[in-house]
């Protein structure tokens, strides 16, 4: 009994300083308004934290560790990136990681545990499947995470500056009423682009073949590579509840495999459009004639993936550039020198034509952005830490590490030393994930690159050409609290039973005649309200 | 007066009820404590508001899932591979206990019992990998059947495959784990039984039906009812790690579908309320099966 009433009691104290916090958060979004006034803009902004910081608080950080780096240390603190942060910001944080793979499941349990850590590195308003749920205005009405206006108003001067001085990432990073929620992950301009379909270009070569750009050219050359190379499954790709083909020829038929922006601005949802038949058919009649994997869908991890194309049952993908392609091409080379993948460009019907979609991320990479808990005791502090990263010194050390020890600067830009990209036993990524955060809240740098290959510094431009700035759904837009429990109720039996008849139509299981049931389905299900609501809050978001 | 009885025994052993405290508060705290966290079926959960401050929304949760266009199929799901597990996971043990039981060679017993019993003890994530990678396209399963002419399929993509997979797989891993129990049991009929067979004529066929079998059916008929209480639990781990979205017509079963909405969507409530219904049908499964074998058979739980 006792407990129970202690318990109570703690809680009560709790709501009454969320309420407070509340309070405060509602005040000073009014001095963020008045900041931005024209008047207030010219006016210097508060000094921001000297560093390093003097202080005997120490912060705890829930987020995800590098794979690469996972592999030589087990906490981020006991890197060299991690002690070099620690002596440069004066900030002691002791940081927890979710197992690779199971983030979004420790998440979950994390935000059901109650007891959160100071900061959380997470997808925050990014939407899908991997973010938290409700979006980030949720998050805020479910005390999980701060609103940060006034913090970064008084505490991040160099977050403020970036914002005020790119009103695009600006919009992306708050709520529809004008709440910050994160420190975002700023990709740099050249780093939007960074997956599409790739293609053995030794056998091209060899077959007298061009790099594919029409999706009949595409059938010829997986036709010769299955008959004349004897790949038993010639395209293949990562299967992860969406296949990744999609992007790749799903976008000639000027759709795509989820919700986009058409030409007149409206969101559609691609599955359902009647251009989606004609892009099912493809897939069905190639991999009715073994074009396709037999087996895509149980490559859930890249295992499977890299031993098709190591093993030459496969000659075609769609990937990533430095973790596919990149990591392919040093393998692939070592078994086989003549071992060459070129990037093909977003096929279309029509020669010529330039590809309606293809991927293209945005500006602001949700999935690696930090938040401040709404638990926190040292909500300042953790700003103050944040926004190291994007100040100038802060920004040189999340890119490129240590300086004299991991890269070193020449005519002024920083390169990595030979330490880092000649070192015998690890590849470049693995050296640099132990001394900068290769994903994080930070400011990216178009100077740095992964690319070991002249083949992936032309990949960025041939994906890059494509209508995807156009037709790309932001994934930033915010749905209400109210609009998002509706949301949360109809996703997960539209996305799943879209999933199991792609599936199905794909391996010709299902008639294709069966599609205009298959629609009228998923519009029983509750589509068009989704597309409502995705609509709305885009409008939303265009009005930011 | 049995209540009158439970008193004076308490006086009389009091060293040995206090010895049972420790049991009871482990039931208490672990198995019963958590139990009011079901509530959360009936309320709007959310995390940060807690069990308590989470609004009621009575059997909304219920309601979705039963006029949802998953009910009948996990449903059909789950009953169909229990049900499949019960008929060809259930007895597969107790046969080859029986075999076991005919055979003399000590040596060649013990080599059959620790070679059926090792892949109870592989991880089922391992297992799991194993019976991917033996039933891809181009995989020794696949081998097999080319070697013989038939066509390559890929199992694990077929769903008229599933279920067949996840129960032969089930009997290979546990069977050699299931005789154990009742080669125990055996041990435990009396040899003079089988004495008085023989003299009375009984060959090995006679003796089994009449003797052998007869003696293991209360540890059988006990077994059974347990196995009939767990019925509607097919463990979604091993589903989980088998199936994928072309297969989910027949093998996406209730604890499956609990887990991607539960944990993976972070419907708590909506995962709690699927999964108190489930464990109400196990409850009054449980509950049908004894009474029948007690009118039936006098053996029984309670």
Not at chain 2, 119 to 143: A, E, R, W, Y
């Amino acid at each position: 009994m006792g407990k129970y009433v202690n318990k109570k009691s703690f809680s009560m104290a709790l709501s009454f300083v969320v309420a407070s916090s509340v309070i405060v958060g509602c005040s000073t979004q009014e001095t963020g308004k008045s900041s931005a006034s024209p008047k207030a803009s010219g006016a210097p902004t508060a000094a921001g934290a000297v560093y390093p910081i003097s202080t005997q608080e120490s912060l705890t950080s829930w987020e995800g560790i590098d794979t690469n780096l996972a592999s030589f240390v087990p906490n981020l603190a006991e890197s060299p990136f991690g002690q070099q942060l620690e002596k440069e910001t004066g900030v002691k944080v002791k940081y927890t990681h979710p197992a690779d793979g199971q983030s979004k499941e420790q998440f979950n349990l994390l935000i059901a545990s109650n007891k959160l850590p100071d900061v959380i590195e997470y997808n925050w308003g990014g939407g899908g499947a991997m973010a938290y749920p409700g979006g980030p205005e949720k998050a805020i009405a479910d005390k999980v995470i701060l609103p940060l206006n006034a913090l970064i108003d008084k505490q991040a001067p160099n977050l403020k500056k970036l914002l005020q001085q790119d009103k695009e990432l600006d919009k992306m990073i708050k709520t529809d009423s004008g709440n910050y929620y994160a420190f975002p992950m700023i990709r740099p301009d050249n780093g939007l682009v960074f997956r599409g379909p790739m293609i053995r270009k030794d056998w091209l070569d060899e077959l007298n073949l061009q790099v594919p750009q029409t999706i009949d050219e595409w059938y010829t050359v997986l036709k010769a590579f299955k008959e004349k190379k004897g790949a038993s499954a010639p395209f293949t790709a990562l299967y992860s509840n969406e296949l990744n083909i999609q992007d790749a020829f799903i976008g000639a038929f000027k759709t795509a495999n989820r919700f986009y922006i058409d030409d007149q601005g409206k969101v559609k949802y691609g599955p359902i459009d009647p251009q989606f038949k004609d892009a099912l058919t493809l897939l069905r009649k190639w991999y009715a004639e073994g074009l396709l994997d037999k087996d895509f869908a149980l490559n859930t991890d890249s295992k499977a993936l890299d031993n098709k194309l190591m093993s030459d049952s496969a000659g075609a993908t769609v990937g990533l550039l430095s973790g596919g392609m990149g990591r392919w091409m040093d393998t692939g080379k070592k078994k086989n020198p003549k071992f060459q993948l070129v990037a093909a460009p977003y096929p279309t019907l029509k020669k010529g034509e330039r590809a309606f979609i293809g991927q293209r991320d945005f500006k602001y990479n949700p999935a690696a952005s930090k938040a401040v808990s709404g638990d926190s005791k040292n909500a300042e502090l953790a700003v103050k830490w944040l926004d190291y990263a994007y100040s100038e010194k802060g920004s040189l050390l999340f890119n490129f590490g240590i300086e004299g020890d991991s890269y070193k600067m020449v005519n002024n830009v920083p390169t990595f030393t030979e330490k880092i990209t000649k070192n015998e036993k690890f590849n470049l990524q693995q050296m640099v994930s132990q001394y900068t955060k290769p994903n994080g809240p930070f400011l990216g740098d178009s100077r740095k690159s992964f690319n070991t290959f002249k083949e992936q510094d032309e990949a960025i431009k041939i994906w890059g050409e494509t209508d995807a700035v156009k037709h790309v759904l932001p994934l930033f837009i915010t749905p209400t609290v109210e609009e998002s429990k509706e949301l949360a109720k109809l996703n997960t039996a539209i996305g799943s039973y879209k999933e199991e008849m792609f599936v199905k139509f794909v391996m010709g299981k299902e008639p294709i005649e069966k599609f205009d049931e298959y629609v009228s389905r998923i519009k029983e299900m509750g589509i068009d309200k989704v597309v409502k609501i995705n609509q709305d809050a885009l409008d939303r978001y265009n009005k930011r | 007066m049995p209540t009158f009885g439970i008193f004076r025994d308490i006086r009389k052993n009091k060293l040995l009820y206090v010895m049972l405290i420790p049991v009871l508060l482990y039931y208490v705290v672990f198995h019963y404590g958590p139990m009011y966290g079901a509530i959360i079926a009936f309320k709007d959960f959310s995390p940060r508001l807690g069990i308590w401050g989470s609004d009621w929304v009575g059997f909304e949760h219920f309601q979705t899932f039963f006029t949802g266009p998953y009910f009948w199929r996990t449903i059909k799901n789950t009953v169909l591979i229990s049900l499949y597990q019960l008929v060809f996971g259930f007895p597969a043990p107790i046969l080859l206990a029986l075999l076991l039981n005919e055979v003399k060679q000590a040596l060649f017993k013990r080599t059959v019992q620790t070679i059926t019993y090792m892949p109870h003890f592989i991880s089922l994530v391992v297992i799991c990998g194993i019976i991917k990678d033996f039933t891809v396209s181009d995989g020794v399963v696949n081998d097999v059947i080319a070697f013989f002419g038939g066509e390559r399929t890929t199992f694990l993509l077929e769903p008229s495959f599933f279920r067949s997979v996840y129960v032969s797989t089930g009997v290979w891993q546990h069977i050699g784990w299931g005789t154990i129990i009742f080669l125990a049991a055996l041990t435990g009929i009396d040899q003079e039984q089988y004495e008085a067979a023989k003299i009375d004529g009984a060959g090995r066929w006679k003796q089994m039906t009449n003797v052998t079998i007869p003696g293991i059916m209360p540890t059988i008929i006990i077994l059974l009812i347990l196995d009939i209480g767990r019925m509607m639990n097919v463990g979604f781990e091993k589903i989980i790690l088998l199936y994928n979205p072309g297969t989910y017509e027949t093998a996406d079963v209730i604890s499956s579908y609990v887990y991607r909405v539960g944990l993976q969507d972070f419907n708590y409530s909506f995962s709690s309320a699927v999964g108190l219904f489930n464990s109400v049908i196990n409850f009054i499964l449980l509950i049908c099966s004894n009474w029948l074998s007690r009118k039936f058979n006098d053996t029984s739980l309670w």
